[in-house]
């Protein structure tokens, strides 16, 4: 409960802090929103509004089967390209930072924000947990960020402030 209500202040401080500096949210086809997690919940949410507002949207979804990456790709529209994703192979990775890559090779194109949302938690006491379990945790929620934070770093120094 205390990181979702942290999670909901920072996102009050941002949509204020957007909605009163009007320059700072310019959506154009030329930038690149990329956001992993997308399969449900927060991720799709973001891909979706992200497309909505006019960005050129690359979702990573863990499962092109699931509800959230059918929905994104029913779209059918290029400026939302849907990528399977799952950020424990680095394979995945690799390949989403490839379709990124490809869009970059167009010089009106720019990275504007990478969106590493993907994340699982095991409900129930620590002491109950497996192993496994923890392993996994860590692997995704940690592990599996500093994959795609690694992976797009050159890029990442070249987003331009407005």
Request: aromatic share 10%; charged share 20%; proline share 2%.
């Amino acid at each position: 409960m205390l990181y979702f209500m942290i999670a909901l202040g920072v996102l009050l401080i941002l949509y204020f802090y957007i909605k009163n500096n009007p320059k700072i949210l310019k959506p154009t086809k030329e930038k690149i929103v990329v956001i992993t997690g997308c399969d449900s919940g927060v991720g799709y949410a973001i891909a979706n509004e992200a497309f909505k507002n006019g960005f050129t949207t690359v979702a990573g979804c863990l499962s092109l089967d699931s509800e959230g990456g059918q929905a994104l790709h029913n779209l059918k529209d290029e400026r939302i390209i849907v990528v399977k994703c799952d950020i424990t192979q680095m394979q995945d990775v690799q390949n989403l930072h490839l379709k990124v890559s490809k869009l970059l090779e167009n010089l009106d194109y720019s990275l504007y924000a990478i969106v590493s949302n993907s994340g699982v938690l095991v409900f129930g006491e620590f002491q109950w947990q497996t192993e496994e379990q923890l392993e996994h945790q860590v692997e995704v929620n940690t592990l599996g960020h500093i994959r795609v934070l690694k992976k797009f770093m050159p890029e990442i120094f070249t987003i331009k402030e407005e």
